[in-house]
């Protein structure tokens, strides 16, 4: 029998698909649209968590993705800017959500006790060096925030093992940091990431951890492709996805219903 996790109680099942709504850049952002503004960026989100939903979605994360280059410290406005949009869409979402600010885990815990999510994922541990420089991710100070804000049942983190396109200035392995996460830090599931947004995760070490430790909770954050449902959803228990629900799978695109169906019936019929 398949083991129960937390994913049914907070997404309604196991094998779970999480489709990631990517919002247009944000004022101070250079590829904000100053013309357009904050509608046009509700109207873009409207539209791909509309796809999603009537895809067959189980539950969608809201992530500023397109706030190139990202920032350890984004903006006020931006995370302002993002509460305001998921406010405009919160009569249009079905399933449940949660929301990412890229790259600064205490603003996506305080946007998600705004606005009432129930999943994030990001870099809770370890000192990283990449295209932000270094960021020093704490998470003593990660999981008293959420305490603090009484959530620690209703907020789940999945915590990146390595974040993408970085590299923990200690060496440690993967192996080492993992250990380590589960050891002291509290995670509600660990998140195997790919190089980069749509590159495939190490699938190898995912199928040593689970075998490792068949009790932790697994996502895959990248790369999860229509091909590859059974090879990643038998060893993952559920997978952020992103890239290959936009049209023609290309990352800039917007979300492409029909794509997101075709996933998600045959998820579900390997899931049943």
Not at 84 to 110: M, Q, R, W
Request: hydrophobic share 45%; with cysteine; aromatic share 8%.
């Amino acid at each position: 029998m398949e083991r129960k996790t937390w994913l049914s109680d907070v997404i309604g099942t196991e094998k779970a698909a999480i489709g990631v709504v990517h919002f247009k850049a944000f004022p101070s952002d250079p590829l904000y649209d100053a013309e357009g503004g904050l509608e046009a960026i509700v109207d873009a989100a409207r539209k791909d968590l509309l796809a999603l939903q009537n895809g067959g979605i189980d539950a969608v994360l809201f992530s500023n993705e397109f706030s190139f280059p990202y920032e350890p410290e984004p903006a006020l406005e931006v995370v302002a800017g993002m509460a305001y949009v998921i406010g405009e869409l919160k009569k249009d979402i079905t399933v449940p959500f949660g929301c990412n600010v890229i790259s600064n885990t205490h603003d996506s815990i305080a946007l998600n006790a705004a606005v009432g999510g129930c999943l994030m994922r990001g870099t809770f541990a370890g000192a990283w060096s990449g295209d932000m420089g270094l960021i020093n991710a704490r998470p003593g100070e990660f999981l008293r925030h959420r305490h603090n804000l009484g959530l620690d049942k209703k907020l789940k983190m999945v915590h990146y093992i390595s974040p993408e396109s970085s590299s923990e200035i200690g060496g440690r392995d993967k192996h080492v940091i993992a250990d380590s996460a589960l050891f002291g830090n509290l995670p509600d599931a660990l998140g195997i990431c790919g190089a980069s947004a749509g590159k495939s995760i190490d699938l190898p070490f995912m199928k040593e951890l689970r075998k490792a430790r068949a009790d932790v909770v697994l996502f895959a954050t990248t790369g999860v492709k229509y091909e590859t449902i059974e090879e990643i959803y038998s060893v993952a228990d559920a997978a952020f996805i992103a890239t290959t629900f936009k049209v023609d799978g290309i990352f800039e695109n917007p979300v492409d219903e029909e794509r997101v169906k075709r996933f998600m019936d045959k998820l579900k019929a390997w899931r049943s």
